[in-house]
C-alpha cells in the first residue's frame, strides 16, 4: 500500500477530514491531495509530522511495516524485562532456532 492510501485510510478511520488535516499541517489542500492521489511525495519533515499527527510510525506511513504504532514493540519488550535472565536466554535461544528453521523452509521452495 502506498503513502497516499495509507494517509487516506488513517484520515477515514480518525474521521478527520482532509480540509482539517492540511490545515493542521500548514500546507494548502492542494498540496495534501497530491500526497493522497501520489502525485507529490512529502518530503522527510513532512513525513515526519504526518506519523506524529496520525499517531503511526514513519515506517508504517511509508509501507515499511504493517504495524501501525510502537505499542506492540514495547509491549514485547515490557515482558521480556519481566522475565529472569534465565527466561530471556531461553527466548533468545529459541528465536534463534525459529530463524533457523524458517530460513531452511524458505530455501527448499
Known sequence: MDIGNRILNLLNDKKITQKQFAA???IPLTTLNGYIRNYREPDYAMIISIARL????????????????YKFFN???DEYNLLPE???EQLREY???LRIKYKKNLESL
Open 24 to 26: 493542521d499541517l500548514h
Open 95 to 97: 528465536m534463534t532456532f
Open 86 to 88: 534465565e527466561g530471556r
Open 75 to 77: 509491549d514485547l519488550y
Open 54 to 69: 496520525l499517531n503511526v510510525t514513519v515506517d508504517y506511513l511509508v509501507g515499511f511495516t504493517n504495524i501501525p504504532h
